[in-house]
């Protein structure tokens, strides 16, 4: 026994009085946190099997010493209290034990317990074969025979739970060579499959617990500085969370807050990262709100509540990250933000409801609980997970017994020539495997010797084919490639290289164009070519400059064709001279809002930073809606904005009501659009009619004239959306006018 390690660390050693206390106290703790899942029965046969070993004389410990019944106990333990405290699962951790050293085998358990533990138990022994062989330096390679071998998905969360369990129990061992490959393992492996699976909790304990193994010296100078600033970092959060606190109950929210620091070994990457010192990190801790309200309310009432946050101290938008629209493949959502917060201290802030913390807290195992969240694009494993998970009406380790990962039914594993192992799609190509080993070697890929013969691009792999890939540096992707893969990887790949072609091409296109109108001396406007391409058939710019370069339009006829189509719009007009000659010195709008004109929210949130939005410049009295943007500033739109419809389909949880409030205040801008004949002194007498205008302001102006076509922008200064009407009447009566709306 080791003076800094409490317990033996040979095999024949007996257990010491410290392992029989522990092992009898987490027993009934296991079976307090199973309730009724476990019947008197059941329990009684529990307890017994944990203490069964010392009875009957078997070894108690593994070939470090450990105690096995101890580390199957915590292990269900952990399980119960950090997962889901599951019948057959714990039934399934505490027997292996006895399976492991001989005392029963699988099928005793299938008569005993059923075949669904039965099953549970062979899934951890085959899979435990090939646990600390150190095959896991190669952590990729490690991790797809891991997923392939294991037939159910909660063998794989069962060997997280152990593992953490296992580092838990390992500090200060004496063998220090044995313990740095299981941090290392626990780290490579297990830590980011529990990522994958959204066990945070766990996930940073194990990345933790690796680091004190392995720079042990790190670690503890990381822990010691942050317990030396604790006191000051706490006085800290709560100086910063009591404003905020209160502006959100003012807004009519329920909600918690609670901030946590940053894990060590978080802390230690982004030292390296940044290449500072710890003084230098300004995110040491996050701050949390939980929002308890509605789910249709989700979305909604956490945007309002960053809004709230943003108004009260500078937000970076840059760094704003919004798993709320778009969660994280393991089911994590949340809204963070970072906020520049006193004392110019960098804080992040992380708005999330009940029911998020609760994914995030427990990652794919509180999923059963709430119906109906988002399908994302993830491993093909992870997302029928998660369709049964979302599906469920009982717990999840339940209904996870019925879904199979079955590996090499929906997935093929092949190696290169080194030995490394890849997996691909059922029905994955060599194209496929090409752009999975580099997108530089899919792009060149002109076929592969697969298992010593030459195949096409378009062979099938098969489990356990050799593929070595073949290039050529004039191969380029082609468009009849997307028939042949089936990984999103490669198609996404080839689909980018096709839009860069089309890009450089459309590049190319548009040079030779303006080359063509130099030499004739011509300038087409914008809006011109435009209505050309669209006449064309072309919906996007970069279709049409490439067919330009492709010699399937001629750039001469694409001149002729502009020049007839913007002749043919003014066939009417008479040549007149006078309104191009015009000018007036513009004075840049001021779109910021003055004074407590809006009331905000249904709950009536006065004083929030609020913007008008210059695509449709509302004015006092326009029907307005609120959008709550990245940098938290609502911006008011009309309700007939050019862009409100693709902002109700795409953001409605960022909207917020907004009416107007009291009377108009300081003058809004307002654009106008005038059309007509280009008679001389049209633009005196229309600037003379706004000059006479009570209340009114001209700020810019800018006027285009052409064969005799007048066509004005004005951009109006008005109190409120009442007097806007009757200026457009008087300036609609100045000679040559003919049409006046508001742009």
């Known amino acids: 026994m080791n003076a800094k390690y409490p317990y033996p660390t040979t095999e024949d050693a007996p257990a010491t009085e410290l392992e029989t206390g522990e092992l009898r106290a987490s027993l009934h703790e296991l079976l307090r946190h199973a309730g009724s899942r476990f019947t008197p029965a059941e329990r009684r046969s529990i307890f017994d099997m944990a203490v069964a070993p010392a009875s009957a004389g078997e070894s108690m410990r593994d070939g470090h010493g450990l105690h096995r019944a101890l580390l199957s106990v915590r292990t269900a333990l952990l399980f119960a209290t950090m997962i889901e405290p599951d019948r057959n699962i714990l039934l399934a951790i505490l027997l292996y034990t006895r399976v492991h050293s001989g005392a029963l085998d699988v099928q005793q358990v299938r008569e005993t317990w059923g075949d669904d533990v039965a099953e549970l138990v062979s899934g951890l022994n085959t899979v435990n074969e090939y646990a600390g062989r150190g095959v896991s330096v190669d952590q990729d390679n490690f991790r797809g025979l891991l997923l392939s071998l294991a037939r159910d998905i909660r063998v794989i969360i069962m060997m997280i739970a152990r593992s953490l369990v296992l580092m838990r129990m390992i500090n200060r061992h004496p063998d220090d060579r044995w313990v740095r490959s299981v941090a290392f393992e626990a780290n490579c492996l297990y830590a980011q499959l529990a990522h994958r699976l959204g066990l945070y ?39 910063f969370i009591a404003p905020v606190k209160e502006k959100l109950e003012k807004a009519g929210l329920k909600f918690s807050i609670k901030g946590r620091t940053k894990s060590i070994s978080s802390i230690w990457a982004k030292i390296k990262k940044q290449k500072v010192d710890m003084a230098h990190i300004y995110d040491l801790f996050a701050i949390r709100v939980i929002i308890d309200t509605p789910r249709e309310r989700e979305k909604s009432d956490c945007w309002l509540a960053y809004s709230i946050l943003a108004d009260m101290y500078t937000a970076n938008p840059a760094r704003m990250k919004d798993w709320i629209s778009l969660p994280k493949s ?42 109906g969240g988002h399908a994302d694009s993830t491993d093909q494993w992870m997302n029928n997970i998660r369709d049964i998970l979302e599906t469920a009406d009982s717990g999840p380790m339940q209904l996870m017994r019925t879904m199979k990962m ?82 999103s990887r490669a ?129 006092y009295g326009d029907k307005v809606f609120g ?64 000059s006479k205008e009570p209340g009114v302001q001209l700020r810019n102006i800018s006027i285009d004239s052409h064969d005799g076509l007048f066509r004005g922008y004005l951009v109006i200064g008005v109190p409120d959306r009442t007097s806007l009407p009757s200026l457009l009447r008087k300036i609609s009566t100045v000679k040559g006018v003919k049409e006046v709306v508001r742009n």
């Open 201 to 239: 909790k766990i996930k940073g304990e194990l990345e933790d617990l690796s680091l004190k193994y392995t720079n042990r010296e790190i670690y503890t100078s990381i822990a010691r500085e942050l317990e030396a600033t604790k006191r000051e970092r706490d006085a800290y959060i709560a100086a």
């Open 627 to 690: 959008f709550i943007s990245s940098d938290g500033v609502v911006k008011i739109h009309r309700d007939d904005c050019p862009n409100a419809r693709n902002i109700r389909e795409r953001y409605p949880y960022r909207l917020i009501n907004v009416e107007w409030s009291g009377t108009a205040g300081a003058l809004m801008p307002v654009s106008i659009k005038v059309l007509g004949q280009d008679d001389i002194g049209i633009v005196t007498n229309i600037t003379s009619i706004i």
């Open 406 to 487: 079955d590996a090499y039914g929906r997935e093929v594993f092949a190696f290169t020539p080194k030995g490394d192992l890849f997996r691909l799609p059922a029905g994955g190509t060599v194209l496929d495997f090409a752009f999975h080993i580099h997108s530089n070697v899919g792009c060149k890929c002109t076929g592969a010797i697969v298992n010593d013969r030459h195949e096409k691009i378009t062979y099938k792999i098969k489990n356990g084919d050799t593929v070595e890939i073949l290039t050529s540096s004039t191969q380029t992707p082609k468009q009849d490639w997307l028939s042949v893969v089936v990984s």
């Open 330 to 371: 393991n089911g994590y959502e949340s809204l963070h933000a970072t906020v520049m917060g006193p004392g110019s201290k960098w804080v992040e802030v992380q708005f999330r409801t009940v029911r998020m913390d609760l994914v995030a807290e427990k990652g794919l195992a509180a999923h059963w609980r709430y119906k």
């Open 491 to 619: 198609r996404n790949r080839i689909k980018q290289a096709l839009n860069e072609a089309k890009a450089r091409d459309a590049q190319l296109g548009k040079e030779i164009l303006e080359r063509r109108l130099k030499n004739r001396k011509l300038e087409l406007d914008e809006a011109l070519l435009a209505r050309y391409m669209k006449k064309a058939g072309y919906k996007f710019n970069t279709d049409f400059f490439a067919a330009i370069a492709a010699e399937e339009l001629d750039p001469n006829r694409v001149i002729t064709g502009c020049l007839e189509l913007e002749a043919g719009e003014n066939t009417d007009a008479e040549v007149r001279t006078g309104a191009d000659e015009f000018t007036l010195r513009p004075q840049e709008p001021d779109t910021d809002s003055g004074g407590d004109v809006l009331v905000i929210g249904e709950k009536s949130i006065k004083g929030l930073n609020y913007k008008m939005a210059r695509c449709c410049s509302p004015i």
